[in-house]
């Protein structure tokens, strides 16, 4: 099945827009015989609770799933770079198996960063942007197209460009983001980036 990770906070889903186009994006690639997708905005839940709260939206061609939790965020202080120059996942599946398996290299440490053909992507859980003390800069080889990622490009609050893994140190700093978390809550210093 298909997944849209989807945060709820403050009585309203703030990335709806974006997730409904990644939704529209995946039928059009999977589902041909299908001419109108999911609609998200029919489907959440009207929620009240106060909390930060993580909607799993699971989904085939013709049906859906929908599971709620509470948002527990997760801290991030080293980061382990593995290598895959094969690795593809344009989109989200709840099947990770390829990525779980990258993941489970990391050691020590909190978290990855995947490098394939020599070029920056994607962590396991989140899009990457680096900070080079002038502005936020997200790789033009990312692997999933995150809700978050685009949300901040349309704003023009970080801008795409190359990044390849001899650059990382050129950075100060690595801000991880996805549906949940934002752009500088979860901030790793580039000196905490392992490349071997």
């Known amino acids: 099945m298909l997944l849209e990770t989807i945060c709820f906070e403050e009585g309203n889903y703030p990335l709806l827009r974006w997730h409904q186009d990644r939704v529209n994006k995946a039928f059009e690639k999977h589902f041909l015989t299908t001419k109108k997708p999911h609609n998200l905005a029919s489907i959440l839940p009207k929620l009240k609770e106060n909390q930060k709260l993580k909607v799993r939206f699971l989904y085939s061609e013709t049906d859906y799933k929908l599971e709620i939790h509470e948002y527990k965020h997760r801290a991030i202080e080293k980061v382990q770079c593995v290598y895959d120059n094969e690795i593809s996942y344009p989109h989200k599946f709840q099947d990770r198996l390829e990525l779980q398996k990258l993941y489970d ?92």
């Open 105 to 196: 290299l990391r050691g020590d440490t909190d978290e990855i960063l995947i490098i394939k053909g020599g070029l920056v992507t994607d962590a396991f859980y989140y899009n990457a942007v680096f900070w080079d003390s002038q502005c936020w800069v997200t790789p033009k080889s990312y692997l999933l197209p995150g809700t978050r990622r685009q949300y901040l490009l349309d704003q023009e609050k970080i801008k795409a460009m190359s990044i390849g893994v001899n650059d990382i140190a050129n950075f100060e700093k690595l801000s991880l983001v996805n549906a949940l978390v934002d752009l500088e809550e979860c901030v790793v210093l580039t000196k905490n980036i392992r490349l071997k």
